[in-house]
């Protein structure tokens, strides 16, 4: 790597490494690694298989989730006298991998920060998938604990859009039944190894994906796209009466823990406003009532005069 380019001192350069066959690695990103002074990696180890097959001889130093803060200091002194360069393991950095804190820091002491884009498993996914995703909603990897787990999954569960996710091998069953349980059994992929010799795209509906894993060992970590709510859950809806309002917010309340969220919900579901929905679960007389956002007019138009309702 003889030739190295002019680049303005003191930029950070966001490099895109490749998520598995070594042969998408960018050009850009090849002339860029070759020109820093320092390679910040997620893993030395790692990135420095990369930077041999590639032919590059540069410094490295390890940042990481465990590291990311003790680093600062460093890597800005680094910055100060030449350019620097943040690879992950694998994919784009910033993007569910340390490289935030770096970015933010090395922009507030007055770097430029300047992005080689590239290989990404998000996109990737996307891309084979076979999802609509005109509209999408990134949530990165799901919390370990099960509890936070489908609280994430149903603060997104009204989105009009795709929902994707990363999640490791292990957890993979457990993630897929909590989205089916928390989204719907909706349509999904969840994809592994991509562009690797033995890359893999599962298809089906959540329930049936979790059959499929169940059934193996899931290995390496899993880019999952889940489909849109199927329309009929986003379009208006019959108007409902107000005991069948208060028990299916008491249900969705339930699963996400916040009266908030499942009004959110329950309107994302019905079409009908949120403020109506809350006035109709609240009246004393929930099983009996009329309609949410229904008006109280009697049979002559609002005549208060007029006959008593009869109530069925």
């Known amino acids: 790597m003889e030739a190295r380019l002019d680049l303005p001192k003191g ?176 349509e999904a992929a969840a994809c592994n190894d991509l562009t690797k010799r033995f890359e893999r795209v599962s298809h089906g509906r959540l329930s049936e994906l979790v059959r499929e894993f169940r059934a193996g060992t899931p290995r390496g970590e899993f880019t999952v796209v889940v489909a849109p709510a199927p329309a009929i859950e986003t379009q208006p809806a019959r108007m409902l009466l107000d005991h069948e309002v208060h028990d299916r917010l008491a249900t969705i309340e339930e699963e996400t823990g916040d009266r908030r969220e499942a009004l959110r919900r329950l309107a994302a579901e019905t079409g009908l406003p949120r403020k109506s929905l809350y006035a109709a679960a609240v009246r004393p007389s929930s099983r009996e009532s009329r309609p949410p956002g229904a008006r109280d007019d009697g049979p002559t138009g609002g005549d208060p005069a007029g006959p008593p309702r009869i109530r069925s």
């Open 11 to 186: 930029t950070l350069h966001v490099v895109a490494t490749p998520i598995g066959n070594l042969g998408d690695i960018t050009l850009r990103a090849v002339q860029v690694l070759g020109a820093v002074r320092l390679v910040v990696a997620e893993d030395t180890r790692h990135t420095g298989l990369l930077l041999a097959h590639l032919g590059i001889k540069v410094p490295q130093l390890s940042y990481h989730a465990h590291n990311r803060r003790a680093r600062l200091p460093r890597i800005l002194g680094a910055l100060g006298v030449g350019d620097v360069a943040l690879v992950s393991d694998a994919g784009t950095p910033s993007i569910s991998d340390p490289g935030q804190e770096l970015v933010a820091a090395a922009r507030a002491a007055g770097h430029e920060v300047v992005a080689v884009p590239g290989p990404s498993a998000l996109a990737a996914a996307m891309m084979v998938s076979g999802i609509a995703a005109d509209a999408a909603h990134f949530v990165g990897f799901l919390p370990r604990r099960a509890s936070e787990r489908r609280r994430t999954l149903a603060s997104v569960a009204a989105w009009p859009g795709a929902v994707i996710f990363f999640e490791a091998p292990h957890r993979l069953v457990e993630a897929l039944e909590d989205a089916a349980t928390t989204l719907g059994d909706r």
